[in-house]
């Protein structure tokens, strides 16, 4: 069963006060302290994607990850990208997953990905980078990572 698309959740939601699922939510329910600097549309798509992953396909799960991304979620966007995205080609999604989980602190995780990559895929740039930025921040934190978390 598909739920509404995220597109269309993000039309509905744009400049509506904020309520989920007909109930009255307050701008601190379910979410963590970095979630409170969100813009409040944003705020209000990371619960959709909570309340809603189990139903998201492929392609909602890639734009709402990338979506999510560039407005300030990026351990939402790791999140609803973690094991759905393949690591043996070069894809947005991958890139997405990489990039997100990087920008969220998932060292443990962003290393696994990165370890994970075919010999051809890690020598790209943008891969090649990411590993790099990666062993800098583990580096920084010796204590094993700057996020356990993955």
Known sequence: ?????PTAFLQKRKGRPTAFGGKRLSPCDGEVPDERSLAPHVRELVRYV????????FADRVMLGQYLERHGAPE???????GHVAVDRDTPG????????IAAGLSVRSR???GALP???????FYVQAAATTQATI???PSGAQN???
């Open 50 to 57: 909570r309340h809603n992953e189990s139903k998201l396909d």
């Open 119 to 125: 010999a051809a895929i890690a020598r790209i740039p």
């Open 94 to 101: 991958l890139r997405c997953y990489v990039s997100s989980s």
């Open 1 to 5: 069963m598909r739920c509404c698309s």
């Open 139 to 141: 580096a920084r934190h």
């Open 112 to 114: 696994a990905n990165l």
């Open 76 to 82: 939402t966007a790791s999140n609803v990208l973690h």
């Open 148 to 150: 356990h978390r993955h």
